[in-house]
Each structure stands twice: as C-alpha cells, then as structure tokens.
C-alpha cells in the first residue's frame, strides 16, 4: 500500500515479504512472513520471529515472552504492544496514526506467520489493498484503471516492488523485479516448520479436519474455510485464535 499524500505529504509505504511452502503431506500455502512500513524517512520493519527493526536498528523487547504491555514512538506516532491468546503467542502491535486511522501488525511468533490490518481512510492509497472509491471497487492494476478483480495472482504480479521504487527490508531476498514471483518452492519449509513444532512441544504436528472445524469455531462465516485450511496446513491450533478469522 502506497499514500503519497498521507500526513501531509509525509507518505506512507506498507510492504510486505511472503514465503512459499511446498509440502506433499499437508499442501502448498504462502503466508505473510515480513512486514515493513515507512512513514516519511522512518522505517519499522517486523520479521516472522516477532523482531521489529526502527531504521535499521534492532528495538526488539529483550523478552519477547513478556506479556506485559508496551509503549514506544515512531516517526511521532505511538507503537503500543499487548500479547494475545491463550498461551499469550501473539504479538500485538498497534501503530496508531491519526484518530480513527492505524496499522496493526500481528505476529505468531510460534509459526512465523504475520498478518496486516489498516483501518481509517486513505483517499490517494495505492496497492494490494486496493485503491478506495465511492463503490469500493478498487482491486486495480498501476494504471489505476484495469480491474484485476479475481485475478489473484496477476494483482501480486501488479504490485510486486519495482526496482526504481524504495527498498524498505534490511535484508535482501529473492525474487526481486523484474524476476517475477515464484510459485514453488525449491526448499520445502514445510518440513521445516513442522518440526519447529514437535521441537516446541506442540501435540498437533498433525490436525484432522474435525480438530481443525473445532479450533475454528469462533471464525466468522466468510473465514470459516480459511482458518480450517491454515490450522491444517500448520498443525497448530492456537493459529485460529487470531481475529483475522473472526473479522
């Protein structure tokens, strides 16, 4: 998401980094595993083991474990920090912007999974959000005028970071344009994160539907499918505790 004109003409730029897991037992999936946000010449960066980066510098908290809430500044906003869940997993971190406007990041330290949510009104934005209009129709390519509605994978294509625009992640990752993105893994992280599972002690390494429609049952109808699908794909039932499912 890109809003030049946001805090008068501060700018505001949200990216975020997916990775793909090809695995034969439970499917192939991609999943938000970077997020970064500029506002003016500030940059926050989250990574999937819950670090956050202020411009390039590690503010992490030294016990990411803490449940206790935090506060900190970016850019002259306020960052507030609360855990979540049941086994209080999820980072919560709230980037508040203007009154009725903010961004929150949510991080599942446990899986590696983020997700973004931005509320409030940005009139000029720009992206995979989609670009509002008075009939919320706004899942269109750059041009600002083709419509890529139901056209998944061509709208990320549209909206891959160009290489004249900002690089906002620390590090550097493949594929970076004009290399397109890839839709299978050469690594299969699946087994990877799998056994990062079994190593923390979880007994759901494996989840049948049925465990899976239970984990789910606070979802919404719209989500119901989607919080089933990650709970399989995953195997870690606390993944459904997040409110991405019951919005």
Excluded at 37 to 51: K, N, P, Q, V
Aim: charged share 25%; with cysteine; net charge negative.
């Amino acid at each position: 998401m890109r809003s030049v004109g946001f805090a008068n003409g501060r700018g505001l730029d949200i990216h975020i980094r997916t990775t793909r897991i090809d695995n034969r037992n439970t499917g192939s999936y991609s999943y938000i595993s970077g997020v970064a946000i500029r506002i003016g010449s500030d940059i926050l960066e989250w990574t999937d083991t819950g670090s956050i980066f202020a411009n390039g510098n590690d503010v992490s908290d030294p016990s990411p474990e803490d449940p206790s809430e935090g506060t900190a500044a970016i850019a002259g906003f306020t960052l507030k920090k609360t855990m979540r869940g049941k086994k209080r997993n999820i980072m919560v971190h709230d980037l508040i912007l203007s009154e009725g406007s903010s961004i929150q990041v949510r991080v599942n330290a446990k899986i590696g999974m983020l997700f973004v949510d931005v509320k409030g009104q940005f009139q000029d934005s720009v992206g995979l959000l989609g670009t509002q209009d008075d009939e919320g129709q706004g899942v269109l390519a750059r041009d600002g005028q083709t419509s890529l509605s139901g056209q998944w994978n061509s709208f990320g294509e549209e909206w891959q970071v160009r290489d004249y625009e900002a690089k906002l992640f620390k590090l550097h990752r493949d594929p970076q344009y004009p290399a397109g993105c890839h839709y299978h893994s050469k690594i299969s992280k699946g087994v990877h994160l799998r056994r990062r599972l079994l190593e923390s002690g979880s007994k759901n390494a494996a989840i049948d539907i049925d465990v899976a429609n239970i984990a789910c049952i606070d979802a919404s109808e719209r989500m119901k499918g989607f919080c089933v699908d990650d709970v399989m794909a995953t195997g870690d039932v606390e993944l459904a505790e997040d409110s991405f499912y019951s919005e």
